[in-house]
């Protein structure tokens, strides 16, 4: 596709349950980057991967939180025991590569809304 | 990570020249000064960026000062469709801020007919 794509665009979960969004980056682009931002709020950096280098997890607010970027392309985030407090819009952006110069490409989100 | 500071909000009317400030006088000399906006209900979007000289792309210009310690994002005709929240972020070679762009609140500019 053209564009970073996001799937699903909302999600309506029970608290307690787990959830897996996907991001599909633009073709070619080495880095991955997942954001949260909560209503009213700016953006929240959780985690970004770089080729084959290890990921960098350090926005990952708690254990409950993972994400895996399979064959360098698509990524999943995935979210255990969901609490409301982890309701928000969930970002995804890639980058030809993580140079200072580099541009990110955004998706629409996914919004997640835990009852 | 160096910071940057932004205006919390600014107002324009339409067709009018829109400046939008960012002091940031912890940059490092490797950090790229980058810009993006966020319409309502979408992701951000890339606007522009910048080292040292100033830049022009079809969507804006961006003023850089000589010290490199502040910036200014100038939308040369305002239209309602500018009407986003405008981040101004640091992205540099080295430290914590290698890799990933920290968001701040950024500005929210609202445009009048």
């Known amino acids: 596709g053209a564009g970073v794509s996001q799937s699903p665009s909302n999600k309506v979960t029970e608290k307690g349950k787990d959830v897996e969004l996907r991001c599909d980056p633009i073709?070619?682009?080495?880095?991955l980057y997942w954001y949260r931002q909560s209503l009213g709020q700016g953006l929240e950096f959780l985690i970004y991967?770089?080729?084959?280098?290890?990921?960098?997890k350090s926005g990952l607010p708690s254990d409950r939180f993972s994400a895996e970027r399979t064959g360098g392309s698509v990524s999943t985030l995935t979210i255990q025991r969901t609490q409301q407090e982890d309701s928000a819009v969930y970002l995804c952006a890639s980058s030809l590569a993580r140079q200072p110069n580099e541009k990110l490409f955004f998706g629409s989100g996914t919004q997640l809304s835990v009852l | 990570d160096a910071k940057t500071t932004q205006p919390n909000s600014m107002e324009s009317n339409e067709e009018e020249p829109v400046h939008l400030p960012c002091n940031h006088s912890t940059i490092s000399g490797t950090d790229y000064i980058h810009w993006y906006r966020q319409l309502p209900s979408q992701g951000p979007e890339y606007v522009i960026h910048g080292l040292t000289s100033n830049v022009n792309n079809r969507m804006a210009s961006l003023a850089i000062a000589e010290d490199r310690k502040s910036s200014t994002l100038i939308l040369h005709r305002a239209t309602l469709r500018d009407a986003a929240v405008y981040y101004c972020i640091l992205r540099g070679l080295g430290g914590t801020s290698y890799g990933k762009l920290t968001f701040g609140q950024g500005t929210i500019l609202t445009v009048h007919p």
């Open positions: 073709s070619g682009h080495t880095a």
């Open positions: 991967f770089q080729g084959n280098s290890a990921p960098d």
